[in-house]
C-alpha cells in the first residue's frame, strides 16, 4: 500500500486526524456497587458504547441531557448514537460489577444499535442489510501470526471484536505474507473490504488478546 493510499482509509484523511489531534473516545468506568440515582455526568460527544462489563447481566440506565427523558438500559455490547452534552445514570446496587463505556465525538445521525448477539452467538443472527450470510470465529491470540479464520466465499464486510489486548492482523486471499499488518485496539471495529483469511497475533509478546471476527458477504 502506497503512502497516498494510506493517507485515506475509510474516507479519513489521517494526516489531518493527526494535525487537529482529534479526540476519538474518553473510557468512563462505572462500579455498579453502588446505587445510584440520576447521577450527573457532563460528557459531550454523539455516541457511547458498553466497551466492557464485568457479565451480560451488568446494566445501567442512562438519560441524556435532561433527567427527565426515557431511560435507556446500557448492557454489553449495547451502544447509543446522539448529540449530547451531559448524561444521567442510574442502577441498583449491583455486587463486584462494572461497567465501561467508550464515548467520543463522530459525525452519524442518531442510531440505537445491539452487537450483543454478535458477541455471544447462541443461535440464528438476522443478516445485515446488503448481506445474506454471515461465518464467525473466535479465539485468543499466539504471539506470531496465525490464521484466525478462512472465510468460505470472499466477505465484504468485516466485523472485529478485540478485548483484553491489543492485536494486529493481516487480511489476504493467500497464504502469502507480503502486505501490512495492521494494530487494532481493544474495542469493536467494522469496515467494508473484501478478504478471504484473516491472521491475527497478539500485539506484543505474552500480551494476549481475545478475539471474535465475523465476516458478511
Avoid: H
Avoid at 470472499?154 to 502469502?176: E, H, Q
Wanted: hydrophobic share 40%; glycine share 8%.
Amino acid at each position: 500500500m502506497n503512502e497516498e493510499k494510506q493517507k485515506f482509509i475509510g474516507g479519513i484523511d489521517f494526516d489531518e486526524l493527526i494535525a487537529q489531534r482529534v479526540q476519538v473516545y474518553n473510557t468512563l468506568v462505572i462500579d455498579l456497587t453502588t446505587a445510584r440515582s440520576n447521577e450527573e455526568r457532563t460528557f459531550v460527544g454523539n455516541y457511547l458504547y458498553v466497551l466492557e462489563a464485568t457479565d451480560v447481566d451488568a446494566n445501567l440506565d442512562i438519560r441524556f441531557n435532561q433527567s427527565f427523558r426515557g431511560a435507556i438500559k446500557l448492557v454489553k455490547g449495547r451502544g447509543v448514537r446522539a448529540p449530547f452534552y451531559r448524561f444521567y445514570l442510574t442502577n441498583a446496587a449491583q455486587a463486584d460489577k462494572t461497567i465501561t463505556l467508550a464515548i467520543g465525538v463522530e459525525s452519524d445521525s442518531f442510531e440505537i444499535f445491539d452487537v450483543g448477539k454478535a458477541l455471544e452467538i447462541t443461535g440464528p443472527v438476522t443478516t445485515m442489510p446488503g448481506f445474506e450470510k454471515y461465518e464467525g470465529a473466535a479465539g485468543t491470540g499466539t504471539d506470531t501470526l496465525a490464521e484466525w479464520i478462512v472465510w468460505s466465499e470472499v466477505v465484504s464486510r468485516i466485523d472485529v471484536f478485540i478485548w483484553d489486548n491489543p492485536a494486529n492482523i493481516y487480511l489476504t486471499f493467500s497464504d502469502d505474507m507480503n502486505g501490512n499488518v495492521f494494530e487494532v485496539p481493544v474495542g469493536f471495529y467494522s469496515f467494508d473490504c473484501q478478504s478471504k483469511k484473516l491472521f491475527g497475533a497478539n500485539k506484543t509478546a505474552g500480551n494476549v488478546t481475545r478475539y471474535q471476527i465475523i465476516g458478511w458477504y
